[in-house]
């Protein structure tokens, strides 16, 4: 069924049986690569809350949960614009972290966070996201966990929004 998101209308993409399906496959592999690594999981707001408390109720050993946001604030310059990663008041100092993502469009979100993240010194760190955009993908990092590889269109629901709206809807919807 077509829904509309303010102005826009989308149709259903990816449902939430295959959602949920995936999901679980995912955390059973996060379980089997980090059981006994007392992993540090940084979910990146706002897009990953609901894709982070779905999945985290299916990984099974030991682990923390931290949220993370990157926040521009102009600097002294007008025309300096600044992403400071703010979120962790922990040292992630030797830790084993993995970074959740909702979506990985060009990529150039998590090249700035995974730089600023490195300053810190962790242990290992790698990324899983519910959604990739090969299409759109312009970086070199390597992504370690994918959910779904999807075209380069724009899809709301499960988090993601379209201008701070859709968010809560249960499955995932594209573009018309
Ligand atoms: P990137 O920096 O280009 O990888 O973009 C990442 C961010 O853009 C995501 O965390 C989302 O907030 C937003 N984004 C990219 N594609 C979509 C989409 O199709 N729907 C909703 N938000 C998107």
Redesign the pocket.
């Known amino acids: 069924m077509t829904i509309k998101v303010k102005d826009l209308q989308f149709e259903p993409y990816i449902s939430q049986h295959l959602i949920n399906t995936r999901v679980i496959e995912l955390a059973n592999r996060l379980t089997i690569d980090y059981h006994d690594k007392n992993p540090l999981f940084l979910s990146?707001l706002n897009?990953s809350f609901m894709f982070t408390a779905d999945l985290m109720k299916s990984f099974l050993s030991p682990c923390e949960i931290s949220f993370i946001k990157l926040a521009s604030y102009s600097g002294l310059k007008s025309t300096e614009n600044v992403q400071e990663l703010i979120g962790i008041n922990e040292n992630i100092d030797g830790k084993h972290i993995v970074i959740i993502?909702?979506?990985?469009?060009?990529?150039?979100?998590?090249k700035n966070i995974l730089l600023q993240l490195k300053n810190q010194k962790p242990a290992s760190i790698k990324i899983m996201t519910l959604l990739f955009k090969p299409e759109a993908f312009k970086e070199t990092f390597e992504i370690d966990y994918v959910g779904f590889e999807i075209e380069n269109k724009?899809?709301?629901g499960y988090g993601?929004?379209?201008d701070g709206n859709g968010r809560n809807l249960d499955q995932i919807y594209v573009l018309k």
Not at 101 to 110: A, F, N, Q, S, V
Request: hydrophobic share 50%.
């Open positions: 990146v897009g993502e909702d979506i990985i469009d060009t990529g150039l979100t998590l724009f899809v709301v993601l929004d379209y």
